[in-house]
């Protein structure tokens, strides 16, 4: 039985790049859920290098990813304890 997976157009057109370039390289066609399966097997192999890919992705920040976040911060000159940020929240 088949189940229907939603993705975007980007990943679907990147799927049938994906696709065109199989049956040109290999002469091999093959259709999109040969392919996910293909893909889903591959990294179900190598799961602990699969997750870690995702998370070398987002963990730790670039510098420069560093840097934007920090650009919108500024010193009031003020501290600021639990209590105030309690008062202010909770009144």
């Not at 259709?31 to 996910?36: F, H, P, V």
């Not at 998370?55 to 990813?65: A, C, G, M, N, Y």
């Not at 500024?74 to 202010?88: C, K, R």
């Amino acid at each position: 039985m088949a189940t229907a997976v939603k993705m975007d157009e980007e990943a679907k057109s990147r799927l049938e790049e994906l696709q065109a370039e199989i049956k040109l390289r290999t002469g091999k066609k093959m259709t999109q859920q040969e392919i996910l399966s293909r893909l889903l097997e591959d990294a179900y192999e190598s799961k602990s290098e699969f997750v870690d890919s995702i998370r070398d992705s987002t963990v730790p920040l670039s510098e420069e990813e560093r840097e934007a976040f920090h650009s919108g911060m500024f010193s009031s000159g003020v501290e600021t304890d639990e209590e105030d940020i309690d008062e202010i929240l909770y009144g």
